[in-house]
């Protein structure tokens, strides 16, 4: 009885959901951390501050209000947070995303012919509605009004739904943001692996660019090759932003190139500074802070590290995929409240 209500109370301890109850709690020290002592802590702090103004937990807003004068960054995350290593028994993994820049019109042409729209008044966030085949097929989306923008490339417009978020370079100069209204309550799957399911590629060649190639060189194969993913994103217009900021993120605040991270919400508090240790061919070690969610996002050692804007930013992130640890950093008195639990 008191291991269950040690384990129900875990969730309280990191603002989190009920996937807590099911997991592996370490309390970890700052000297456990590698890298710790050479990250920039000031520019950690400068995006932990932007998120603050959504925290409601009491010590949670005191952490703030100290955090606006601050002399020395690394020593106010050690002061106020506790290292704390979550973990539910599946695989670390480690992704990328990004802002993709394309090419668009805000009407139809011959070259731009392919439609992002917006949310139908119809689907509410959250129902479950038609699947990306259905939809395409049945031409339920046209001749409405909700065209946000024209692409030349159905791929592209594809790519710009995995990543929820996109400007759009128009003829005169001038660029439209999108960010992400709804999705039609599909769940994520993901086109790469079932092209290695199909032979048309294997684990180590897949990338966004080889989907792009492959889907390119076979349009109507492509076509249903990307209804192997039932999900379907609709977008908004962004109001005109400083263009040296990210998209908004689930918090509603622009998220930051390699500081912001796309996180499980059952299992890491929104707004929480998580120290990330990401292996693979170019390892990272940083303090990010988890600002955004994913469909594709599950898990307590489960992260998307935002790149940036562009297509260098989609190269890069294209190619993580890459195992490590992530460490969730708690108001120190909440995470030393309970006793690891195994």
Request: hydrophobic residues 40%; glycine residues 10%.
């Amino acid at each position: 009885m008191i291991g269950a209500l040690v384990r129900a109370s875990l969730a309280s301890l990191l603002i989190a959901g009920t996937a807590m109850a099911e997991s592996k709690i370490t309390l970890l020290d700052f000297s456990d951390l590698n890298g710790w002592a050479e990250d920039d802590h000031a520019e950690a702090l400068a995006v932990f501050r932007s998120s603050c103004s959504t925290f409601s937990a009491p010590d949670w807003i005191g952490i703030c209000l100290a955090a606006t004068d601050v002399a020395d960054p690394k020593a106010f995350f050690e002061e106020h947070f506790r290292p704390v290593m979550v973990e539910d028994g599946r695989d670390p993994l480690f992704t990328g995303y990004y802002e993709p820049q394309i090419p668009g019109s805000l009407v139809r042409t011959a070259h731009f012919a392919y439609p992002v729209y917006s949310l139908p008044p119809e689907v509410t966030p959250g129902q479950v509605w038609l699947t990306r085949q259905e939809i395409e097929e049945s031409g339920v989306l046209e001749g409405r009004g909700l065209e946000l923008a024209w692409l030349a490339d159905p791929v592209e417009r594809f790519f710009l739904q995995v990543q929820g978020s996109g400007r759009i370079l128009l003829p005169d100069g001038s660029v439209l943001r999108l960010g992400f209204a709804a999705r039609n309550g599909r769940p994520y799957a993901s086109v790469g692996e079932e092209m290695v399911r199909q032979g048309l590629a294997t684990r180590n060649t897949i990338s966004a660019q080889a989907i792009r190639d492959w889907v390119r060189a076979h349009p109507e194969e492509g076509r249903e090759l990307l209804w192997a993913n039932p999900s379907y994103i609709f977008f908004r217009r962004l109001p005109d932003t400083d263009p040296h900021l990210g998209p908004p993120g689930a918090m509603a605040r622009p998220v930051t190139a390699m500081r912001t991270i796309a996180v499980d919400p059952d299992f890491t508090p929104l707004g929480a500074p998580v120290w990330l240790e990401k292996g693979g061919p170019i390892p990272l070690t940083r303090l990010m802070i988890a600002q955004d969610t994913g469909s594709a996002i599950r898990g307590a050692q489960r992260a998307d590290i935002f790149y940036g804007s562009g297509d260098e930013a989609g190269r890069l992130a294209g190619r993580v995929r890459d195992g490590g640890r992530m460490i969730v950093l708690v108001p120190r008195q909440r995470a030393e409240s309970l006793p690891p639990v195994n």
